[in-house]
């Protein structure tokens, strides 16, 4: 099955800790995306990535990092630095310029307690 | 200028009816908008897209309705099912940038 594949669906951190989430997409895209969806908000753009080992900080990167070491893969770690991450985080794709349809994965839903 | 304003914030609708739900748009150079369906706990998933050189784009149930002078695009939901509770989302995006979301609406279908 082709898709996009986030890990893990749900993920706890006590206060202090930097947790990594995990994309992997096989459909053999150029761009990956993180977004963060907060209760009655859009979604907000933290970081992209239109090629490897290349990325660039979106509206709300601060408090996150990225790494695009393989094009299938784009971590997003979210620090201590974050001050409020409790949410719900997606990572999506697109197969590259010229392309417009971005693909969504199933997200992970972040607590910090 | 870079938002995209979407309403209703939340919608109710009687199965069988019509479900609209309205965005509106100031940046000119917007030249693909999408809606997306997202299930509680899922990923959005793409329904429906225009792009500004046509009117309207239906797909089955699914209508896109848009308004190049006044930026404005809607999206119809014909004969709405309780399977269609979902929260909808709006996007915009200038060519070669990023997207734009609109704030979503939730939408629920009563039986």
């Known amino acids: 099955d082709g898709g996009i594949t986030q890990s893990p669906k749900y993920l706890f951190r006590k206060e202090g800790q930097n947790v990594t989430l995990s994309c992997e997409q096989n459909l053999n895209h150029d761009a990956m995306y993180w977004y963060r969806q907060d209760p009655g908000q859009g979604l907000r753009l933290i970081y992209y990535s239109q090629i490897v080992n290349d990325f660039q900080k979106g509206d709300i990167a601060e408090g996150y990092s990225v790494s695009r070491e393989k094009k299938e893969s784009f971590p997003l770690t979210v620090t201590s630095a974050q001050k409020n991450p409790t949410a719900f985080y997606l990572c999506?794709?697109?197969?590259?310029?010229?392309?417009?349809?971005?693909?969504f994965g199933p997200g992970t839903r972040l607590t910090v307690l | 200028q870079q938002q995209v304003k979407q309403s209703p914030q939340s919608l109710i609708v009687q199965k069988g009816g019509i479900s609209i739900i309205n965005c509106a748009y100031e940046?000119?150079?917007?030249?693909?908008f999408p809606w997306y369906q997202q299930f509680p706990g899922k990923g959005p998933a793409l329904l429906i897209a225009?792009?500004?050189?046509?009117s309207e784009k239906k797909e089955g149930r699914f209508t896109i309705s848009f308004n190049k002078s006044a930026k404005q695009f809607s999206l119809h939901i014909m004969d709405s099912q309780p399977g269609d509770s979902a929260t909808y989302f709006c996007?915009?995006?200038?060519?070669?940038?990023?997207?734009?979301f609109g704030p979503g609406t939730r939408l629920s279908v009563l039986p």
């Open positions: 999506a794709s697109r197969p590259g310029s010229g392309t417009d349809t971005q693909y």
């Open positions: 996007a915009a995006r200038p060519y070669g940038q990023n997207f734009v």
């Open positions: 940046n000119t150079a917007f030249d693909y």
């Open positions: 225009i792009r500004p050189d046509v």
